[in-house]
């Protein structure tokens, strides 16, 4: 005897699923919202890149009108052989990698205390945060005027002595200044790499009856390197490119022993008047500039990669 089966009741109108629409979300539908800004960034960072590249192939001296004239690399060449860049380039060079490893060291002893729990812990991260908040131009002028100054600053009131610190020392002293105000900035990152780590394995590691040392060395520091590649990084992008120390403090004396290559070419371009050559230094600083960054950002790329393999 077969069964008779019952009709299939009808799916209410509500829970039908509506299939999608295809071709109504493309990639670029979803992109487009962003193209404002990308026009506006195109706009103002290489629209201005392409001129100075054009630029840097002309011979042009704004105190000779009419002068301006195609002269292909030899802008370049005499950059390279012009003993007052080579000069700036070594004094960029001595800045940023004493600059960015002193203020590494300095912000991860510093996060390092801040890591730990005492009465007054957010009183002192705020007030250690606070060089970072200054305008770069305001702390220069405050450093210039309040610590090296030869008769009223405070090192002459701690030391006693009459040391014109910018006249004697003064690629040291933009230095000082540059450290105090990037040292915020390098102790924020690694705080934040800091405070990620794993309690659990602390614990543990204290269990096994393992030393501060010992912890840090094999734990922390390792915990640690992707945020102290990422602070290596960042600090240099920004110190290789300081001028307002420099403008404010020493004008790049004395002589050209405090020039680094913001400054030089800002001599060249605004107080030589000489547009070609400025622009010619101007791209090589962005290409060697390019090249580091290129560096360092694959090797912290793969650094992520190896430790989010290692999960």
Same mark, same amino acid.
């Given at each position: 005897?077969?069964? +008779?089966?019952? /009709?299939?009741?009808?799916?209410?109108?509500?829970?039908?699923?509506?299939? /999608? @629409?295809?071709?109504?979300?493309?990639?670029? @539908?979803?992109?487009?919202?962003?193209?404002?800004?990308?026009?506006?960034?195109?706009?103002?960072?290489?629209?201005?890149?392409?001129?100075?590249?054009?630029?840097?192939?002309?011979?042009?001296?704004?105190?000779?009108?009419?002068?301006?004239?195609?002269?292909?690399?030899?802008?370049?060449? !005499?950059?390279?052989? =012009?003993?007052?860049?080579?000069?700036?380039?070594?004094?960029?060079?001595? $800045?940023?990698?004493?600059?960015?490893?002193?203020?590494? $060291?300095?912000? %991860?002893?510093?996060?390092?205390?801040?890591?730990?729990?005492? %009465?007054?812990?957010?009183?002192?991260?705020?007030? $250690?945060?606070?060089?970072?908040?200054?305008?770069?131009?305001?702390?220069?002028?405050?450093? @210039?005027?309040?610590?090296? =100054?030869?008769?009223?600053?405070?090192?002459?009131?701690?030391?006693?002595? =009459?040391?014109?610190?910018?006249?004697?020392?003064?690629?040291?002293?933009?230095?000082?200044?540059?450290?105090?105000?990037?040292?915020?900035?390098?102790?924020?990152? +690694?705080?934040?790499?800091?405070?990620?780590?794993? @309690?659990?394995?602390?614990?543990?590691?204290?269990? =096994?009856?393992?030393?501060?040392?010992?912890?840090?060395?094999?734990?922390?520091? /390792?915990?640690?390197?992707?945020?102290?590649? %990422?602070?290596?990084? %960042?600090?240099?992008?920004?110190?290789?490119?300081?001028?307002?120390?420099?403008?404010?403090?020493?004008?790049?004396? /004395?002589?050209?022993?405090?020039?680094?290559?913001?400054?030089?070419?800002?001599?060249?371009?605004?107080?030589?008047? !000489?547009?070609?050559?400025?622009?010619?230094?101007?791209?090589?600083?962005?290409?060697?500039?390019?090249?580091?960054?290129?560096?360092?950002?694959?090797?912290?790329?793969?650094?992520?990669?190896?430790?989010?393999?290692?999960?």
């Amino acid at each position: 005897m077969s069964r +008779i089966s019952a /009709p299939a009741r009808p799916e209410p109108a509500h829970a039908r699923k509506v299939p /999608p @629409k295809r071709g109504t979300d493309t990639p670029f @539908k979803r992109r487009l919202p962003l193209l404002p800004a990308l026009l506006f960034v195109v706009a103002v960072t290489q629209l201005p890149f392409l001129l100075t590249v054009f630029y840097s192939f002309q011979s042009w001296n704004l105190v000779r009108p009419g002068s301006r004239h195609f002269v292909g690399l030899r802008n370049y060449i !005499d950059v390279f052989a =012009d003993s007052t860049f080579l000069g700036a380039l070594l004094n960029t060079v001595v $800045l940023t990698v004493v600059c960015v490893f002193v203020s590494l $060291l300095l912000g %991860l002893g510093l996060a390092i205390l801040l890591d730990r729990k005492f %009465l007054g812990r957010g009183v002192v991260r705020t007030l $250690l945060i606070t060089p970072f908040l200054i305008l770069p131009a305001a702390g220069a002028l405050l450093w @210039k005027t309040t610590m090296f =100054d030869p008769t009223y600053g405070l090192l002459h009131f701690v030391f006693g002595t =009459d040391v014109d610190w910018l006249s004697e020392f003064p690629l040291a002293a933009v230095m000082a200044q540059v450290v105090w105000q990037w040292t915020p900035f390098m102790m924020l990152l +690694i705080l934040a790499g800091l405070q990620s780590q794993p @309690k659990d394995v602390l614990e543990a590691a204290a269990v =096994d009856g393992a030393g501060r040392w010992r912890t840090f060395t094999s734990i922390t520091l /390792p915990h640690l390197s992707r945020f102290l590649q %990422l602070a290596t990084l %960042l600090g240099a992008i920004y110190i290789v490119n300081s001028f307002d120390a420099i403008f404010l403090m020493t004008q790049g004396g /004395p002589g050209t022993a405090s020039t680094n290559l913001p400054f030089y070419i800002y001599q060249r371009a605004f107080q030589g008047f !000489d547009v070609g050559q400025s622009s010619a230094m101007g791209v090589i600083v962005v290409i060697l500039t390019m090249i580091v960054a290129t560096f360092a950002l694959r090797l912290m790329f793969r650094t992520f990669s190896v430790q989010g393999g290692a999960k």
